[in-house]
């Protein structure tokens, strides 16, 4: 089947045995790749009493089959498995050039296990996959490993790798990429500290193998030149151009989701080009180019994104621009998540400010908008000291430490909540509160369907009341499948794609024909299957829930007296889904799941 190396390596880092194995054909026709095809393949791996970072737990890190093609947005990857943040089923994905790269290195993907005696790197180049010595690495921030392996092995790289971060544990550290590219969330830099895996380099040189590479082509020549004209703000501003719109509608958070007002002429994406010379910076074959590099002090740092800004700025109440640059650049070098660590900072300034902390830690913890002790205790996080410690472990732990309720953890399923404020798109809400990871804006981003941005004519997918899904929840259930179908492709959901068009694309890549029945169907396997090992890890349908510190309305902005009450339409999403009333997955369905055809 075309679009598919046809290899995935298979690593026991403890062994130090490699093997190259064929990827399995009918699971990727029924689970397509990436993140859908990964959680097939570690389903009888990922058990209860395998903690995520035990030396026998198994990762993946996972290519599909849109990766690598010249389909605009087709750089991206997935890292996956269970998570030692919230201890159920994890992903994360990240773009830069790296999972193109993979591809065309001659891998579909890696399953990893074990853990080596002292600190290594794996080597991909040409079809072949090497465990490499990498003591000379340990103790590196994720930006001196990118530039060490880099003189070794050639500019023609792309490297994915952990900071210290990685290195001590932490819940939230990330796999760093191409620089300050990110697979940041749920914890996966932990898993590969965990292994002493301190990173995976790869040279890409060869092409990846399409069915029908003249249609192809032009369809992502149409394609790219449509992303051209509507991704303007994307490319002129980043994703930070969303500050503006976000704020008018109530949906950037504020002092840990309390607040909806804040001074946006002073964080804004204006306000950046003002105050910094920006340049945009571009994945591999990506014509919008949202992400960006600016001058800071001297040198070139990687611009925050709008999660980080809204993370390190409105959400702790700092609008000191300087804070954030710095911030966003220290969570990349030590390599770990801006966002639960924003979160679990504001929680804990949240605490204090209500009076709610030990008296020992009243004094470690900085006030909201102090912008030297943000940067203190985000310093602390990477070296996972003192308070920093907590920030590292996310906010249910932290709650779970110090002996608080749960319900004061702004997060679903222990992921924390992102910069998208749940009040102010219900769609947003039912889809964090039913998510195959918990709270993400990525696997599922509704409000954008309720502001008119993204709809998909096939699918009936268009804008509705905000605060309001009557009738409307399978559309909820749809653009999530669509957006799951992102994941197993694996592919940037920046650059959305009609579902039709996708049937095209997938079919001129494979060379099978697709469907909207079958993609539907491929992406509805992906969620379920991806719930069922959270089940198996202890995680139920009463999870299905936003946390109460989050249903409370709002007394001033654009999600003023808004509260969400997604609880009458779960029965619907259920239905919709193909689970039980109950929210339980279906034996007959896990059954189907799981067989080999």
């Not at 004094?363 to 909201?368: D, G, L, N, R």
Request: aromatic share 8%; glycine share 12%; hydrophobic share 40%.
């Amino acid at each position: 089947m075309s679009g598919y190396t046809g290899k995935i390596g298979f690593v026991d880092l403890t062994a130090r045995i490699v093997e190259i194995r064929p990827t399995p054909v009918r699971a990727a026709e029924k689970f397509i790749g990436g993140s859908g095809l990964a959680a097939r393949m570690l389903y009888d791996h990922l058990k209860p009493q395998v903690d995520p970072l035990a030396d026998e737990a198994y990762t993946a890190v996972m290519a599909g089959p849109v990766t690598g093609t010249i389909l605009p947005g087709s750089s991206r990857f997935a890292v996956c498995g269970r998570s030692p943040l919230t201890g159920y089923w994890g992903e994360s994905t990240s773009g830069g050039k790296f999972g193109a790269y993979l591809k065309k290195a001659g891998f579909d993907g890696l399953i990893i296990t074990g853990k080596a005696q002292e600190m290594v790197y794996l080597l991909i180049k040409k079809g072949n996959l090497e465990i490499r010595a990498g003591h000379d690495l340990k103790g590196l921030d994720s930006y001196e490993v990118q530039a060490r392996l880099k003189k070794v092995h050639g500019e023609n790289t792309s490297i994915a790798c952990i900071g210290t971060a990685g290195e001590r544990l932490l819940p939230i550290a990330s796999v760093i990429n191409d620089h300050g590219r990110a697979a940041g969330r749920m914890g996966f830099g932990a898993v590969f500290g965990s292994k002493n895996l301190k990173a995976i380099v790869v040279e890409g040189e060869g092409e990846v193998p399409v069915a029908d590479a003249e249609s192809l082509k032009a369809l992502a020549r149409e394609l790219t030149s449509g992303y051209r004209k509507s991704s303007v703000l994307s490319t002129q501003f980043g994703t930070l151009g969303y500050l503006d719109i976000g704020y008018y509608f109530g949906d950037v958070p504020v002092k840990y989701f309390t607040r909806g007002l804040f001074p946006i002429d002073r964080l804004n994406a204006r306000r950046f080009r003002e105050e910094y010379s920006v340049q945009p910076k571009a994945c591999w074959g990506c014509p919008v180019a949202c992400g960006r590099e600016l001058k800071f002090r001297g040198r070139i740092v990687d611009g925050p994104e709008y999660e980080t800004a809204v993370a390190f700025g409105p959400l702790v109440e700092n609008f000191d621009l300087d804070t954030i640059v710095e911030a966003n650049d220290m969570a990349n070098r030590y390599g770990y998540d801006t966002i639960s660590a924003g979160v679990t900072l504001a929680l804990l300034m949240y605490l204090k400010e209500q009076q709610m902390l030990p008296e020992e830690l009243m004094t470690e913890v900085p006030e909201f908008g102090d912008h030297q002790g943000i940067l203190e205790v985000l310093r602390l996080t990477g070296e996972n000291r003192g308070i920093g410690r907590l920030v590292g472990q996310g906010t249910v732990k932290t709650l779970q430490e110090l002996g608080l309720s749960p319900e004061y953890a702004a997060a679903v399923r222990g992921l924390e909540i992102p910069m998208h404020e749940p009040r102010a798109f219900i769609g947003q809400a039912l889809t964090y509160a039913t998510g195959p990871r918990g709270a993400c804006h990525q696997r599922g981003d509704f409000f954008q369907v309720d502001l008119g941005l993204l709809k998909d004519d096939d699918l009936d997918i268009k804008a509705g009341p905000r605060d309001n899904l009557d009738g409307r929840v399978s559309k909820v259930a749809y653009h999530q499948s669509l957006r799951e179908l992102d994941n197993c492709l694996v592919k940037c959901n920046f650059t959305f794609t009609p579902v039709k068009v996708m049937i095209g694309a997938l079919s001129y890549i494979t060379g099978i024909p697709w469907s909207l029945e079958k993609l539907m169907v491929a992406a509805s396997n992906s969620l379920t299957i991806k719930r069922a090992i959270s089940f198996n890890l202890g995680s139920s349908p009463a999870d299905d829930r936003l946390p109460g510190h989050i249903r409370k309305a709002l007394t001033e902005g654009g999600a003023y007296g808004m509260v969400p009450e997604i609880e009458k339409y779960l029965p619907e999403f259920y239905r919709v889904r193909g689970w039980n009333p109950d929210g339980t997955v279906p034996r007959e369905f896990l059954v189907r799941l799981l067989a080999d055809d």
